[in-house]
């Protein structure tokens, strides 16, 4: 089992800076990727970064330029450095883990995040 605990959102104005974090505990030797999705009213969950266990990210085209992943390993954590916000990122954020044996995914309880106009 792993446990993830989401922290940093907030309410910014369109243009601020948001960093969300998010701390593994648990099982965390078996953690493979790990990244973030949002979920807005009404619509679908969607992935915003990953990163593998590597170090390797990956962005959604609509975040890309604007936010960065990053993770500390030694910390079991996971960042999500977001600039330049718009209110289409506002959102309830969420913390994912996938593990190497059996691909089981990992959910925080999620953040919210709101970007006024």
């Known amino acids: 089992q792993v446990q993830l605990v989401e922290s940093g959102g907030g309410l910014v104005q369109a243009g601020e800076s948001l960093r969300l974090s998010c701390a593994a505990s648990g099982s965390i030797f078996a953690i493979n990727a790990m990244g973030w999705y949002r979920q807005a009213p009404g619509k679908r969950r969607e992935l915003v970064a990953q990163?593998?266990?590597?170090?390797?990210?990956n962005y959604a085209d609509s975040v890309k330029g604007r936010f960065t992943i990053s993770r500390d390993n030694a910390k079991n954590t996971v960042y999500l450095q977001m600039n330049s916000l718009k209110p289409e990122d506002t959102a309830v954020y969420y913390c994912n883990c996938n593990t190497f044996t059996g691909g089981r995914n990992y959910w925080g309880q999620g953040t919210q995040v709101t970007v006024s106009s």
């Open positions: 990163i593998t266990s590597g170090g390797v990210p």
